[in-house]
């Protein structure tokens, strides 16, 4: 009697992986739409962040910018009334 016993096992081997087999794909076919309509949802509020914080920076100057002073066509005599800032430096080999 024991050839009974090694034909249960495998159809039982075969039974518990064919289920497990249909689990996954069950819940692959369930879970991975939710998953990518959330991420499509996430992707789209940080492009709308996005947007909405390039919109609000590009409406007006910012406090920044007006303390900025253009200099064009810059010569040493064009500098000589103007406060010239010293820096060290030391050069990195």
């Known amino acids: 009697m024991d050839f009974i016993n090694k034909g249960l096992s495998s159809i039982l081997n075969v039974l518990f992986y ?10 692959l076919f369930s879970i991975v739409p939710i998953i990518l309509v959330v991420l499509a949802v996430i ?31 810059v010569t040493s005599e064009g500098l000589s009334d103007r406060e010239v800032i010293d820096v060290d430096y030391r050069e990195v080999r």
């Open 18 to 27: 064919g289920a497990i087999f249909f689990l996954v794909i069950y819940l």
């Open 43 to 73: 992707w789209a509020a940080i492009t709308i962040v996005k947007k909405i914080k390039s919109w609000g920076s590009k409406s007006g100057i910012s406090k920044e910018e007006d303390n900025i002073e253009t200099i064009k066509n």
